[in-house]
């Protein structure tokens, strides 16, 4: 464990972008030999917006680090922070506990907020307005929105105590995770539901982008399904049921434009056209709920 921190501690930014597209690399491939739904899409033209969102968050995380090692620096050096004030803490669950925290501090509670928030939702909007959800998905965030995660992110780095090895740490298995859970890949309906009592499967995280309340306003975790478990926001959804998009944003042109998305959190709010739970008109044009 010792070993894991203290390359984390230092790991080089060639290896954070390795991994990044690592993981593109291999779930895209996946998503090539045992999809969940067969698009009719051309992959590389869905592609292109989304990749450019990724590069944006990679810049805005990137340019904004050096708060997080501070942050953390301050933290060890004052020994603030709840992993700090337990005691006798094993190195072992010092850093699971440290990893749990922020999956809550620094994913679930920002996302959870986003979708609470209407002008925090009309900035998050640009995540959910994919009507072909697949790994690309994953980092698909308007600049303004990687901004607010990374204070989430940065106060939940605070609160908790973290050392930057662990920081980086979760930053890592964030990363990963997300890519995993919203790849298009089929898994056999048992190993997914298996897997959703401890990680985010693809199968639970993909009833968070059906097209319509209540569903949407769910599943909000990334890494770890016990956050949505506890505070009940956990829900399930037959993955033959699920249509993507936003119900009150069904344009597939301005959807799949990066001008259309850089404009999508300055649009009036859009109150959702449907708590329904089964199909409707919508699904003809492929357009999905709030969430």
Known sequence: METLIGYFETIPSSHRSLLLVSGITIFWLLEGAVPL?????RKWRHALPNIFFTLTTVAVNFALAFLLLQA???TQTSGFGIINWIPDLPLWAYVALGVLLLDFFGAWLPHFVEHQVKPLWMVHLVHHTDHEVDTTTANRHHPIESVIRFVFTLFGVVLVGTPIGVVMLYQSLSLVSTQFNHANIRLPRRVDRALSWVIVSPDMHKVHHHYVLPYTDSNYGNIFSIWDRLLGTYRELDREAIVYGVDTFPDRKENG???GLLRQPFHKYRKPTTTGTGRTDADA??????G
């Open 285 to 290: 044009t492929g357009a999905g709920a709030r």
């Open 37 to 41: 739904v067969r698009f009719k899409y």
């Open 72 to 74: 953390s620096d301050w």
């Open 257 to 259: 434009s990066v001008w």
